[in-house]
């Protein structure tokens, strides 16, 4: 059984950085893509960044060039660098393992506020 838990949210001023970590428990973390989503009060859950299990990476519009994902098989953890965060980065992160059959496990959260 896979279990995810996130890490590192917090409050920052805007401008600054954050570094979310996202554990994984189970077998078979090197195979299968990983992605952090956000959710903002009000809003839908949205694609934030993925990385598949060969290192691909892809960025929504939005986090371009300010954000990093990246992943560390021997530790089974996934990665999500912020950097020059907004108010509007303001959600709740979550880490989302998507494995080859097509089954999905999320993480249960974890909460970033940027301050204007």
């Known amino acids: 059984q896979v279990q995810l838990v996130e890490s590192g949210g917090g409050l920052v001023q805007a401008g600054g950085s954050l570094r979310l970590s996202c554990a994984a428990s189970g077998s078979g973390f090197e195979s299968n893509a990983m992605a952090w989503y956000r959710q903002a009060p009000g809003k839908q859950r949205e694609l934030v960044a993925i990385?598949?299990?060969?290192?691909?990476?892809n960025y929504a519009d939005s986090v371009k060039a300010r954000f990093t994902i990246s992943r560390d098989n021997g530790k089974k953890t996934v990665y999500l660098q912020m950097n020059s965060l907004k108010p509007e980065d303001t959600a709740v992160y979550y880490c989302?393992?998507?494995?080859?059959?097509?089954?999905?496990?999320w993480g249960q959260g974890t909460q970033v506020t940027v301050s204007s």
């Open positions: 989302k393992m998507i494995t080859m059959l097509g089954v999905y496990y």
């Open positions: 990385i598949t299990n060969t290192g691909s990476t």
